[in-house]
């Protein structure tokens, strides 16, 4: 059974919508909701939350339904979970040991299982109590009337053995998390140096960013029509229109009422959305309560620091929304937020080149104009300049091929030799061509052959500028 609190500022509709997503997270669980109580009150009970009548009345429906658990909405206090759970005879949980524990489910990577652990032990240190013998007190020996020397005093329980164990393993995955967080630092701050700009998918869970990550960049990450399917970040390349390569990530999805613990828990991960150059902020267009997770994901991104990275809005199942809904969702996103959002659907492919080419319009362009000959010999490095930039004009002479082009720093490097005029001449140092481990894993042919292709450009250029890397 599920129980709701509507509390003076919210809507009957809101309280009947967020016990819908409660269902559902129940249901990726594996558990059945048999049925849904809510109690109007204008502040919680201190005791038992809902009051007591109200608990009483539970117990009555909870025997009746044959139900082996009780689900508040909210997060519920240890005092307030203990009290229930004496009246009513029965587990007593709230919302968000379910989402640790569909969390605890879906987590694959040493990383994500180890937020997990922390957010579930962090979660379960203050609501530790004993029964019967756990909190009889330890005593050794038989003197002193059988109480045992030292034995007579407070003690340590069985409590407190928890408790210490428990504190011990925090401090263990907390210094875990730290060896993580600095191996992400080194290689976000290679990916800075060798100038790789990263857009980073974000939104609601069940938004459909792992669908459009598989679609944009040929990856197969697991999809399921579930909650929180997916956990573990993912960091794929995705080339764009105007030859520039950048990272795409994905990342955990958000919910309302996401609890606190789990935010802190996977703060190292979710802060990579805060070092992003674009978030784009994935909506289900479909979903009835798109506006209401809009907001949801946008009070995340504020607390973890990334409110402040240039964001776009994408409508994502737009082949499963209504039209006239769509319409009205897209007039209220431009009239109050005054943001243009990017309708697509990861299922047909539709949108998708309008929102590859927003991705290359609202990145910034770091870019050279040069001007370089470049012997037939070489015309690998034609072709490169094809390739990670752009060509404005292009001239076949007795020499060569005169090229005019916009480049990246990188390409400007290979064709050093060559430039008539070198814009990098007072930079003090030059960057290497990223590689796959510098922007994740594409295993496709094609960035395969690519890599090899740019390596060995890169050599000859260096040979041809006099070695300088």
Known sequence: MIVGMQLPGRTRDEVEASLDELT???????????????????????????????????????????????????????????????IVRQKVLDRTIVILDIFAQHATSKEGKAQVELAQLTYLLPRLRGWGEALSRQAGGRAAGGVGIGGRGPGETQLEVDRRRIMRRVAKLRRDLDDFARIRATKSAERERRR?????????????????????????????????????????????????????????????????????????????????????????????????????????????????????????????????????LVRTVKVERHDDPVLVSAWTGEGLDALMDRIGTR???????????????????????????????????DRGTHLVADLDEDVVLALRGYLDEDPLADEPEAWELPDEDAVGADTSEGAASEGVVADADRADGDDAAGGRR
């Open 24 to 86: 559902s997270l129940l249901e990726t669980a594996g558990g059945e909701v048999v049925d849904r109580v809510t109690q109007r009150r204008d502040a919680p009970d201190p005791a038992t939350y809902i009051g007591r009548g109200k608990v009483e009345q539970l117990r009555e429906l909870v025997a009746a339904h044959g139900a082996d658990a009780l689900v508040f909405d909210d997060e519920l206090a240890p005092a307030q979970q203990r009290t229930i759970e004496e």
């Open 196 to 328: 790789t700009q990263v857009v980073a998918l974000v939104g609601y869970t069940n938004a459909g960013k792992s669908s459009l990550l598989n679609r944009l960049t040929g990856a197969d990450v697991l999809v399921e029509d579930k909650l929180f399917a997916t956990l573990d970040a993912t960091v794929r390349r995705l080339p764009l229109e105007d030859g520039r390569n950048v990272v795409l990530t994905d990342t955990v999805g958000f919910v309302r009422k996401l609890p606190h613990g789990l935010v802190e828990a996977f703060k190292s991960t979710l802060e990579q959305s805060a070092e992003a150059d674009l978030l784009l902020h994935v909506v289900d267009a479909a979903h009835e309560e798109a506006a209401a997770q809009i907001a949801a994901v946008e009070e995340v991104l504020e607390e973890i620091g990334a409110d402040r990275v240039p964001q776009q809005l994408v409508f994502n199942k737009i082949d499963r929304a209504d039209p006239e809904d769509l319409d009205a």
């Open 363 to 397: 990145l910034p362009v770091e870019r050279y104009r040069v001007s370089a000959q470049v012997p037939y010999e070489r015309q690998d490095l034609v072709a490169l300049a094809h390739r990670r930039g752009q060509v404005i004009d292009e001239e076949h002479g």
